[in-house]
């Protein structure tokens, strides 16, 4: 059974950081595209998304002020959130195609004050 676990949600003031990590468990061969998604009330929307090579690709809202990485060692993903403005408060998401399936993870809560 394969499993995305998040963590390093919680509670910052503007202009504060947090580090988001995702890990991935269980009988896993390949992982490709590893993702952030974030959701208030309202559809998910896109972060970032990093792929198995490397490239990194992100929403307009979160361009330089935020970095997507992986690593491969430990079937891992982080999300590097800079500057954190309020409007950035939401449920966090990962996603990943691992063995050619979509896997999501359970969310972790973002709250920035202002």
């Known amino acids: 059974q394969v499993q995305l676990v998040e963590s390093g949600g919680g509670l910052v003031p503007a202009g504060g950081s947090l580090r988001l990590s995702c890990a991935a468990s269980?009988?896993?061969?390949?992982?490709?595209?590893m993702s952030w998604y974030r959701q208030t009330p309202g559809p998910r929307r896109l972060v970032a998304l990093i792929?198995?090579?490397?490239?990194?690709n992100y929403a307009d809202s979160v361009k330089g002020r935020s970095t997507i990485s992986r690593d491969n060692a430990k079937n891992t993903v982080y999300l590097q959130m800079n500057s954190l403005k309020p409007e950035d408060t939401a449920v966090y998401y990962c996603?990943?195609?691992?063995?050619?399936?979509?896997?999501w993870g359970q969310g972790t809560q973002v709250t920035v004050s202002s």
């Open positions: 792929t198995s090579a490397g490239t990194t």
């Open positions: 996603n990943a195609v691992i063995d050619g399936r979509l896997y």
């Open positions: 269980g009988r896993i061969r390949n992982i490709n595209n």
